[in-house]
């Protein structure tokens, strides 16, 4: 008989995780509480507009790539991608504007427009990058259970590139006098919910994958490739059950050994929990077998920001960015509100995506899908979200003529607002903080939740709560890691595929530049 594992939850973590288990010949189930796959990676479709859930930059296809390989298929075949180029504009709230692109010399010429002397760093930005992601690689494939792997030759070469007392910010001054051009490539940190003041230097890479392996869209939205990836799940023998909410995890002592839903109980040799890591722990474990996450433990940890979301089918089209991000003229202080003082800004940094200009197949001709994100403070009692959800829209509403997009109230056809208290409750995630627990240094690597889940027996976490972190390609890699695991621990043979030791021989014969 071969072995059998449920997943709970069918986002991108829990997806990728089954393919790979599937392709080694495990029988897989996921069981999956909305109506839904794609977590948070899914799509709302309504009146004829299509818009991502949340994910919207596709990152890194690489990692995705083999996955898809390792299920007989692949990504080109499985989802039509477009390469953006410009890859987002970024509109200062402080003055002046970027349309970034992987063009270099074209890059230059707009990093000129605000600062002439920082345009020749930008290629030495890039060089040095390339080093730091080719040492970091072989460090987020692979498991971090304890000290000894902190300890690891891989890791001890990397550290020196880590400056870990070092903000992105902080580092990205080597290169960059103007704070501008710095938060160009520093403000995606808030694709892991952090402020860039803040976040460990490491993810200077994440600006780096941008421009050296682009920003995709793929057609559909990032909604079509959990599509793909349901698809090709089932094609290798994987039951996926929506509308099927996990209750309880059961145990025999401290090993899993299956789940209780309302349709009754499941027997599994192994369970992955790939739901919103600390509410399945307080909803799905009893608290008293659980002893480094235990609910007042979990309630001391750091938590990401959380999304303020608003879905707009706007009739009339946009001749504006795919992607435009505009940053609070006082960022500082927006950070702040968000990150410390848990009050709502006054003046907010916004993202707005028109994805329509990249793909029609979107919204009804001659309307757009606009999507519309603004960071705010994951739940916290300084925020009534009941008082403040329509104050702050009109806020947002208004804050977007500032890049363009004018008399849309008239024009809304479609709306749809998200808030904070809804990714709590109706998504189901802690303190609706919606980049799981923080990525700062006293939360990564083996002080992560493990991807074989140190508190218990048979259970493994997949997914943006658990080591290497939030975001796409990394919740592909933790994916690939839990299945060795849980491959390892079958005594099953593992062949998922890695490409770190070229990479590392590559980096070795780097010698970093000078600033
Ligand atoms: C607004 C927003 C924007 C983002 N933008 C980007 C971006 O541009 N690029 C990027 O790379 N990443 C982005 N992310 C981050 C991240 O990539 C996504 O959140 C991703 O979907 C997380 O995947 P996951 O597998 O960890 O979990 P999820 O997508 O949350 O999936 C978990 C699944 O578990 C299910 N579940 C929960 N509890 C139970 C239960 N008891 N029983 C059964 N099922 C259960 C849930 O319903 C869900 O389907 C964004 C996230 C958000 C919220």
Request: glycine share 6%; hydrophobic share 40%; charged share 25%.
């Amino acid at each position: 008989m071969s072995k059998e594992v449920i997943i709970i939850g069918a986002g991108p973590g829990g997806l990728a995780t089954a393919i790979q288990l599937a392709a080694s010949g495990v029988r897989v189930k996921i069981l999956e509480r909305l109506p839904i796959i794609g977590g948070r990676t899914s799509t709302i479709e309504a009146d004829g507009y299509k818009f991502d859930l949340g994910p919207t930059f596709f990152l890194y296809p690489r990692v995705l790539g083999e996955i898809f390989k390792s299920a007989g298929t692949t990504l080109e075949r499985e989802v039509e991608m477009v390469r953006l180029d410009p890859q987002y504009r970024i509109a200062f709230g402080a003055g002046g504007r970027l349309d970034c692109t992987p063009n270099i010399l074209e890059m230059e010429k707009q990093i000129a427009t605000l600062a002439p002397a920082d345009a020749p760093n930008f290629k030495k930005f890039l060089d040095e990058n390339r080093t730091k992601l080719a040492l970091m690689e072989p460090c987020l494939e692979t498991p971090f259970h304890g000290w000894k792997d902190v300890f690891n030759r891989r890791l001890l070469e990397l550290l020196p590139w880590l400056r870990p007392h070092q903000s992105v910010d902080d580092y990205l001054k080597r290169f960059f006098k103007d704070e501008r051009v710095r938060l160009a490539f520093c403000f995606q940190s808030k694709y892991l919910g952090m402020s860039p003041f803040r976040c460990p230097s490491l993810f200077s890479i994440l600006s780096f994958l941008e421009y050296e392996h682009g920003v995709w869209h793929p057609i559909g939205g990032c909604g079509a490739v959990t599509k793909a990836m349901a698809r090709v799940a089932e094609q290798l023998g994987v039951e996926i059950r929506l509308n099927e909410p996990v209750e309880e995890i059961l145990f025999a002592g401290r090993r899993a050994v299956g789940l209780r839903t309302a349709s009754g109980t499941h027997h599994a040799d192994a369970v992955v929990v790939n739901a919103d890591f600390a509410r399945a722990m307080e909803r799905l474990v009893p608290d008293q077998l659980r002893r480094r996450w235990t609910n007042a433990k979990l309630a001391k940890k750091k938590y990401s920001c959380s999304t303020f979301m608003m879905y707009l089918g706007v009739e009339g089209e946009f001749n504006l960015p795919h992607h435009t991000i505009h940053i609070a003229e006082n960022y500082a202080k927006n950070l702040d509100d968000i990150e410390n003082q848990h009050v709502l800004s006054e003046d907010s940094s916004f993202y707005v995506q028109n994805a329509c200009v990249t793909d029609p197949t979107l919204a009804p001709k001659g309307h757009s899908a606009l999507y519309v994100l603004a960071p705010v403070t994951h739940q916290h009692p300084n925020v009534d979200w009941s008082q403040q959800r329509d104050r702050f829209r009109a806020h947002l509403i208004n804050q977007m003529t500032k890049i363009g997009y004018t008399d849309i109230e008239r024009r809304i056809r479609y709306e749809r607002v998200i808030t904070p208290a809804e990714w709590d409750t109706r998504y189901e995630i802690y303190r609706g903080a919606t980049f799981n627990l923080a990525h700062t240094l006293d939360q990564m690597l083996h002080l992560r939740p493990h991807n074989r889940f140190e508190d218990l027996d048979g259970v493994y976490l997949v997914g943006g709560g658990t080591h290497p972190g939030s975001g796409l390609p990394v919740i592909f890699e933790s994916a690939r890691i839990s299945s060795k695991l849980v491959l390892e621990d079958f005594g099953m043979p593992t062949a998922v595929p890695s490409r770190s030791d070229e990479l590392l021989n590559a980096a070795r014969t780097y010698q970093p530049i000078a600033q």
